[in-house]
């Protein structure tokens, strides 16, 4: 799997963007990237994955770089629940393996 | 929505004994995984679980550890002989088919005294 590389701190002003980078300079080809987040040692939430079209759904947005190298998730209105740990993960599609590996993520405060 | 869940939410158990944590997973899944988080570290995966036998194990899932659908809708981790280092949360988790999201479980906290 590639390795991702993540700020491991961010801070956001509660109803603005927040925008997470993630570096996945390695990235291969069949690799997607996927996000999950980590509120307060509850069990890690899925958020969006993608391969190497923009994708948004109802929690988030993601834009991957056209040379696939970065990524940023975009919270667009960031709410004090959105504090939490986010995990850039980049994998062959889950058919071509089992599990997910965790780095050390990127850990958002949002602030009133 | 449907949701893994996880018993019991917290256990203490003495150094030495055998714990048996459960998962119920989302109905129609047919992955199933265990990860654990100590304390202040990364999420680690422990097994990886499909068509009743064990698909993929990390270095930590070592002979202490067991994993057992005992029936269409239990999941279950043994850790036989538990130790100090076992401290942690462990999260289920599961998936529809493999081209699905991985959902997990609240956890279950384990603390061994």
């Known amino acids: 799997d590639a390795k991702t590389t993540q700020p491991p701190s961010m801070d956001c002003a509660e109803g603005r963007a927040a925008n997470l980078p993630c570096n996945h300079s390695?990235?291969?080809?069949?690799?997607?990237v996927y996000w999950y987040r980590q509120i307060h040692s509850q069990g890690p939430q899925y958020i969006i994955h993608?391969?190497?079209n923009n994708e948004t759904n109802e929690m988030a947005s993601l834009i991957i770089t056209e040379d696939r190298k970065s990524s940023t998730l975009i919270l667009p209105h960031a709410t004090l629940r959105d504090t939490a740990v986010y995990y850039c993960?980049?994998?062959?599609?889950?058919?071509?393996?089992?599990?997910?590996?965790f780095g050390g993520g990127t850990r958002l405060m949002v602030k009133p | 929505e449907p949701e893994v869940t996880q018993t019991p939410s917290h256990q203490v158990t003495q150094m030495g004994q055998e714990v048996i944590l459960r998962c119920v997973p989302i109905?129609?899944?047919?992955?199933f995984y265990w990860y654990r988080q100590i304390l202040g570290q990364k999420v680690e995966f422990l097994v990886s679980?499909?068509?009743?036998?064990?698909?993929?194990k990390s270095e930590i899932f070592d002979d202490q550890f067991s994993v057992e659908r005992p029936d269409g809708s239990n999941f279950t981790l043994k850790i036989r002989s538990t130790k100090l280092e076992d401290s942690a949360m462990y999260f289920c988790?599961?998936?529809?088919?493999?081209?699905?999201?991985?959902?997990f479980g609240e956890g279950s906290w384990l603390t061994v005294v």
């Open positions: 988790a599961s998936r529809e088919g493999k081209r699905n999201t991985i959902y």
């Open positions: 390695t990235i291969s080809g069949n690799e997607y």
């Open positions: 993608g391969l190497k």
């Open positions: 993960i980049v994998r062959v599609r889950l058919d071509a393996g089992n599990m997910l590996t």
């Open positions: 109905s129609n899944h047919l992955y």
């Open positions: 679980f499909y068509n009743n036998e064990i698909s993929e």
